[in-house]
C-alpha cells in the first residue's frame, strides 16, 4: 500500500494559507459592504472590479480549503479504507506510519481498528485451536484429524508410499473410572495422551483423541513392521510409567490395545475406511485377552469386500 504524506508542517501550512485567504476575502467583502475609505489600493476601483477581486479570493480560499480537506482527511481517510479493505483479504499488515502517528482522530481510530484486528485474530486463533483440539488432553480432535488427512491421503497415495494407523483403546476404563473415579480417569487419559505425544514425535505424525479412551494415531510414510514397532513401544511406555490399575484383568497397571492398520503403497483409502480397518484389528486385541497389538494390510481387494459388506 502506498500510503500519501499527511504531516504536521502541510497541515499548518495549509491551514495558514486558508486563514489568510479568508481573512482577505472577509476584509475586501467587509470594505466592499461599507464602502470603506480606510483601502487606499481599491479606494478608486469600481465597485464590479472590487467584487471581481473579492470573488476571486474568496475561490481560492474555497480551493485552498478543498485542497486542505482533501490532503488532510479524505486521502488519509481512503488509506484508513485500503488497509482495512488489505486485512479482511488476509493481509495482517500494520496500518501505515503516517496514519499511526497522526495526533488526530482519524489516527485514534486508525490505531483502535488495529487493536480491535488484532484482537480478533486471537479470538480467532483461539476459536479454531478449541474447534482443532481436544480441551482434555491438548491432543487433536477427530475434526483436525479429517483435515490433515484431507491433504495426507491422496498425497501419500500418489507418491507410492505406504501409511499406517494404530487406533488405541485403554482396557477395561469403565473399571478404572468405577474404582478410582471419574477425575482419576481423566488424569489418566492425560498421562497417556503424554506417552502418545513421546512415542509419535514425528512432525507429520498425526495424533487425536477420537472420543472417550479411544485415540487415533496415522503415520505417513510407515509401513507394517515400523508400525507395529511403534505401536509396541508406546505400549511398553506406557506400562513403564506404571497407572495402577487393580480391577484390570489384564495387568495390574493400565495398559493399552492398538489396533494397526497399514494401507500398501497406492492403496485409494479415506477416512472413514482407515478408521474401520484399525478399529476392526483393535477388536481381535480385545478378543486375544487385551494389552496387545495386532496388524492388518489393507489393499484394494480388502476396501472392496469392506465396501460390499456395507452395501
Ligand atoms: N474419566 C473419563 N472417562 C471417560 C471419558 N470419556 C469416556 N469415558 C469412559 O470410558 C469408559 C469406556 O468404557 P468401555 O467402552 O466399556 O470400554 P472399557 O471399559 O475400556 O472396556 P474395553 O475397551 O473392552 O477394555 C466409559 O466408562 C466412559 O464413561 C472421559 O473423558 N473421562
Redesign the pocket.
Known amino acids: 500500500m502506498q500510503p500519501t504524506k499527511h504531516n504536521k508542517p502541510t497541515h499548518r501550512r495549509f491551514l495558514v494559507v486558508f486563514a489568510a485567504l479568508l481573512l482577505v476575502s472577509c476584509t475586501l467583502i467587509w470594505g466592499i459592504a461599507h464602502d470603506t475609505r480606510q483601502f487606499d489600493l481599491l479606494k478608486e476601483a469600481h465597485v464590479p472590479l472590487r467584487l471581481a477581486l473579492s470573488g476571486m479570493v474568496l475561490l481560492a480560499a474555497l480551493a485552498a480549503t478543498v485542497l486542505f480537506l482533501k490532503r488532510s482527511f479524505t486521502h488519509p481517510v481512503h488509506d484508513l479504507v485500503e488497509y482495512v479493505r488489505q486485512q479482511r483479504n488476509g493481509n495482517d499488515a500494520a496500518p501505515p506510519k503516517s496514519l499511526r502517528e497522526r495526533n488526530d482522530d482519524i489516527g485514534l481510530l486508525t490505531n483502535e481498528i488495529q487493536g480491535l484486528l488484532d484482537t480478533l485474530r486471537k479470538q480467532n486463533e483461539r476459536l479454531l485451536e478449541q474447534t482443532l483440539n481436544d480441551p ?1 488432553t491438548g491432543l487433536g480432535n477427530r475434526r483436525l484429524l479429517e483435515q490433515r488427512l484431507e491433504i495426507a491421503l491422496p498425497l501419500s497415495r500418489r507418491r507410492m508410499a505406504p501409511l499406517s494407523a494404530l487406533m488405541v ?10 474404582h478410582y ?6 488424569e ?2 492425560v498421562e497417556i495422551a503424554n506417552v502418545l505425544r513421546d512415542t509419535f514425535r514425528r512432525e507429520t505424525d498425526i495424533v487425536v483423541r477420537l ?3 479411544e485415540f487415533l494415531v496415522v503415520l505417513l510414510d510407515v509401513g507394517l513392521d515400523e508400525a507395529m514397532r511403534l505401536a509396541e513401544a508406546m505400549r511398553s511406555m506406557l506400562q513403564a510409567v506404571g497407572i495402577p490399575h487393580e480391577k484390570s484383568s ?1 495387568a495390574p497397571v493400565v495398559t493399552v ?1 492398538i489396533g494397526v492398520a497399514t494401507a500398501l503403497p497406492g492403496t485409494p483409502i479415506d477416512v472413514e475406511s482407515l478408521i474401520a480397518c484399525a478399529d476392526s484389528a483393535l477388536y481381535q486385541c ?1 478378543a486375544k485377552g ?1 494389552n496387545c497389538s495386532v496388524s492388518s494390510i489393507v489393499d484394494k481387494h480388502m476396501l472392496e469386500s469392506m465396501q460390499l459388506s456395507t452395501t
Open positions: 482434555l483403546d485403554v482396557d477395561h476404563f469403565k473399571d478404572y473410572n468405577d473415579g471419574h477425575p482419576a480417569g481423566d489418566c487419559l472420543g472417550g479412551e489384564a490395545s480385545k487385551r
